[in-house]
Structures are given as C-alpha cells and as structure tokens.
C-alpha cells in the first residue's frame, strides 16, 4: 500500500510540476518585463560602450559594440564581434518575488550557423547578495533571429533580486547579436 501512494504522489507531482514549468509567449501577454533596458535603447549612445544597466563580468569590452544597424526591435542591440575570450553579460538587478515562477528570454543571431551554444542563467539572490538559485539554459544561434527561453521557478524563499547573465562562447571567427532580453513573472506558486 505504501508503494502505492508513492507512487501515485510522484504522478501526481510530475503533472503537477511540469505544467506549472512550462511556459511561453501566450504567458508574457499584459505582463511587465523585470528586465532594464532589455533592447539596449536606453544610454548616451557611444559605439565602444554598453548600454545603461548592462554590466560585464570580465573586461571583455573590446570584443561587444552597441551596434544601431541589426536590431530585432528598436534601433539597437548588442553585437559581439570575434570574441577571443568567453563574454558574460549581465543585467542590472531587478526584485522578485520567491513564490513567483518567472519565464525569460533573449533574441539572438549570428553570422553563421553555429553549433556551440549561448548561454542564458536566471540567478536569484537574497538581501544580502548571497545567490540562492542558478537556472540556465542553451540554444545554439543561426543566421535569423532566434530565441532562446528558460523558466525558473521554485525559488529558495530567501529570494529577494535576480539578474540575467548571458554567456557568449569563444569564438574567433563569429559575430553575434544580442536583443530584447526579458523575464517576467507569469506565476505565483500557491502554498
């Protein structure tokens, strides 16, 4: 009898779980992204800079342009050009709540096909700064813009800001663009 009920709970949990975790644009629909600036409009524009509340990890600089020629929306995006050393963009902090399931995502192309992935993380931190929750997802750029999304919920209760941090592979031969990169809280987990 007991097996039963486990395994019953464990059917009941998987639809339960995969269902709350799977959304996508019909989602977002009158919802507000958390995202600052999330298609790079916003700043003093000077080609060598990042756009406000976009921030690296690593002095990478010398490799991304706010480039006003290739843009999915608006008029400009971030281009990353023959990257020698791997790229860690980061977004300015945003709050959230930890009983939120928060669906995000970026828009990106390159010059060729590729098979080595970007890289999208939600990291959720707590009022401290201390990181409580990592979530990532890969997809592999093509020529056209493309989309990568990530769903990030089940947030450890101390969860109080997230940023979005995308990872650009090294790769000397290869131009990327980067835009509308957003994340939205679709959810609430009832207790």
């Keep these: 009898m007991e097996k039963v009920i486990i395994v019953v709970l464990a059917v009941l949990s998987s639809c339960f779980f995969g269902s709350v975790m799977d959304f996508s644009e019909k989602d977002i629909k009158?919802?507000?992204n958390e995202v600052f600036n999330?298609?790079?409009e916003i700043g003093d524009y000077d080609l060598h800079k990042l756009p406000d509340g976009w921030y690296l990890l690593e002095d990478t600089s010398k490799y991304i342009l706010w480039d006003n020629e290739t843009?999915?929306?608006g008029s400009k995006c971030l281009k990353i050009e023959n990257p020698?050393?791997?790229i860690n963009?980061?977004?300015d902090s945003f709050p959230i709540?930890?009983?939120h399931v928060y669906y995000s995502r970026l828009f990106m192309k390159t010059n060729y096909n590729s098979n080595q992935s970007i890289t999208i993380r939600f990291l959720?931190?707590?009022e401290k700064g201390k990181r409580v929750s990592k979530f990532s997802e890969h997809g592999l750029p093509r020529q056209d813009w493309t989309q990568i999304d990530i769903t990030s919920g089940f947030l450890k209760s101390t969860a109080r800001f997230g940023r979005i941090i995308i990872s650009i592979p090294r790769k000397s031969d290869k131009i990327y663009w980067l835009d509308d990169i957003e994340s939205y809280a679709v959810y609430r987990i009832q207790k």
């Design 30 to 32: 009158d919802k507000k």
């Design 38 to 40: 999330t298609s790079f």
């Design 71 to 73: 843009s999915k929306t």
């Design 84 to 86: 020698k050393d791997k």
């Design 89 to 91: 963009i980061i977004s």
């Design 97 to 99: 709540d930890a009983d």
């Design 124 to 126: 959720a931190f707590d």
